[in-house]
């Protein structure tokens, strides 16, 4: 049974701070792409960042240069890094697993908002 469990979510003030973690069971973690994606109220689901099976990785221009996306192949873990956080970062953040020629998978969400 493949799993993505999404953890590290909350509350921060702007300017601040989150990692967001997301751990995967089930599924062969190192030949899959990472994604995260986030989806704010009333807003269609959004890519953020993507990081590669060689961990080339590629961000929403909204987010270049705040947020950082990496992966443990050990722990079978993708990461995201936020820094620097805005009102507008507020959104709940799921996890993706993607693999061109098997099926891809989705985590169930972790809050993130971002207010004073």
């Known amino acids: 049974q493949v799993q993505l469990v999404e953890s590290g979510g909350g509350l921060v003030q702007p300017g601040g701070s989150l990692r967001v973690s997301c751990a995967a069971s089930?599924?062969?973690?190192?030949?899959?792409?990472m994604n995260w994606y986030r989806q704010a109220p009333g807003k269609q689901r959004e890519l953020v960042a993507t990081?590669?099976?060689?961990?080339?990785?590629n961000y929403a221009d909204s987010v270049k240069g705040r947020f950082t996306i990496s992966r443990d192949n050990a722990k079978k873990t993708v990461y995201l890094q936020m820094n620097s956080l805005k009102p507008e970062d507020t959104a709940v953040y799921y996890c993706?697993?993607?693999?061109?020629?098997?099926?891809?998978?989705w985590g169930q969400g972790t809050q993130v908002t971002v207010s004073s």
């Open positions: 993706n697993a993607y693999h061109s020629v098997k099926n891809d998978y």
């Open positions: 089930g599924i062969t973690f190192s030949i899959y792409s």
């Open positions: 990081i590669s099976s060689l961990s080339r990785t």
